[in-house]
């Protein structure tokens, strides 16, 4: 299940915009319906058109919210 947004933070989301394996832009368009498999909608890139496998988008989405784990951000 997915867990709400709280705030407007990327590290706050379940979803992050995951990078194209074919332009490298990170700008992602979800259609149909958002489930915790992927298998019903149909993700791709904005920028080029291409289509994520489900199964591709799981472990692009999985690095990437890696990524966004790890920063640190410094007291402000």
């Given at each position: ?34 489930t ?31 990524d ?9």
């Amino acid at each position: 299940m997915m867990s709400d947004v709280k705030g407007d933070t990327l590290k706050s989301a379940d979803i992050v915009p995951v990078q194209c394996p074919q332009c490298s832009e990170a700008q992602n368009t979800i259609d149909g319906i958002l489930t915790d498999t992927f298998d019903t909608a149909n993700i791709g890139c904005m920028v080029c058109g291409y289509q994520f496998d489900p199964v591709e988008y799981r472990r692009l989405l999985a690095e990437r919210q890696l990524d966004f784990a790890s920063l640190q951000l410094g007291d402000m």
